[in-house]
């Protein structure tokens, strides 16, 4: 399923700025192309000797295919979600739910946040996230079936429950990681049906990991089964010249890496080795 597409990759010339004259600017996100596209970025500027200039733009949309039906949820210069003022800029990390539901990050031209994180379904695009600006930036959201999201800036992850206005931190850069040293690039991440979450983290003084989040209160899990001790025994059998052997490792859960090995007993092939 494609729940995002570029609608757009076009070149676009303008006339350039003499050069004696003040700077100006001649394209911002949120302008409209000829077509009537709003463009969401620009790349690879270039000029001739004649002062034209020549430059990549680009569009973004968020796109769902349903039984073959092809639907756009948002784009670039879309209008926001009432009561937000404003217009969609770049948009980039669908998810979607089991239940159908899309959420996607985007930056925003708009006088009340510069990034946020909305939420598509049947019943319209809501804003959940928002973030000011002028310049901000939202890593891809995940998405579970009960609506609950989880989501990353540049140095916090956050649980924002179904319902709830209110996000919870799972973890943030410079915080202690779990077996020693402090995280620092955080995400992605991915939350359950059952709200649980698990993400990918860099870790100073320790190593990469991934890594299942502390809970908060109130947080609706389904309860774990209790894991099964490691048992200190290890036995192991091979046979040796029509004899069965069987050699039994001790080793002490308090003292990680000590281990005494017993002598090996054996008994003729035919007989039981209990």
Sequence with gaps: MRARGALLAAVLVAQAVPAAAAPRILLRSGDAAADGLHLDGFRLPAASSAGQVALLATTSGILREDGGVLSVIAKTGDPLPAPLAGAFGSLSGAAIADGGAIAFAATLDSPSAGAGIFVASPGGVVARVLEPGPVASIDRPALNQAGDLIYGTASRLSFLASG???????????????????????????????????????????????????????????????????????????????????????????????????????????????
């Design 164 to 274: 709830s206005d209110t996000p919870v931190l799972v973890a943030r850069r410079g915080a202690a990681a779990p077996g020693g040293g402090t995280f620092q690039r955080i995400g992605p991440a991915v939350v359950n049906n059952h709200g649980l979450v698990a993400f990918a983290a860099n870790v100073r003084g320790g190593r990469a990991a991934s890594t299942p989040g502390t809970p908060p209160p109130g947080w609706p899990l389904r309860p774990r089964r209790a894991r099964r001790a490691r048992s200190p025994v290890r036995a192991t059998a091979h046979s040796m010249g029509g004899m069965t052997c069987r050699s039994t490792t001790v080793s002490s859960p308090s003292l990680p890496g000590s281990a005494v090995r017993l002598p090996p007993a054996c008994s003729s092939a035919t007989s039981r080795v209990v």
